[in-house]
């Protein structure tokens, strides 16, 4: 059951990306890129909010905070990039 938990979350996270690039392409606005940031990083904490917890109740709330925070950032970066990516893709059609 655990592997097509992972799997079905590993397909929402491509999707979320693939919104972002379309998104970029479309040209709407940069918002996109939060809205793509906090689905990500949602999903990053949905699959490990049990570690949080337990780094919470070991007193390593600086690890939890820190591995969050670097979690919202990969999780910015990628969506930020594929948002660029349909942008240069959009500037490039012919249409």
């Known amino acids: 059951m655990r ?5 079905g979350q590993n397909v929402l996270a491509y999707l979320i990306i693939l919104g972002a690039a379309l998104s970029g392409y479309a040209g ?3 918002w996109a890129i939060g809205a793509a940031t906090i689905g990500l990083a949602s999903l ?3 699959e490990r909010h ?7 109740d ?3 709330s600086n690890l939890a ?3 969050m925070l670097s ?3 990969n999780a910015f970066c990628a969506t930020g990039a594929a948002y660029g990516f349909g942008m240069v ?3 490039i059609s012919p249409v």
């Open 3 to 7: 592997a097509f938990q992972s799997r």
């Open 28 to 30: 709407v606005a940069p």
């Open 44 to 46: 990053s904490y949905a």
């Open 50 to 56: 049990i570690l949080y917890a337990r780094a919470y």
């Open 58 to 60: 070991r007193g390593l």
């Open 65 to 67: 905070e820190s591995t």
């Open 71 to 73: 979690s919202v950032w």
């Open 89 to 91: 893709l959009r500037s």
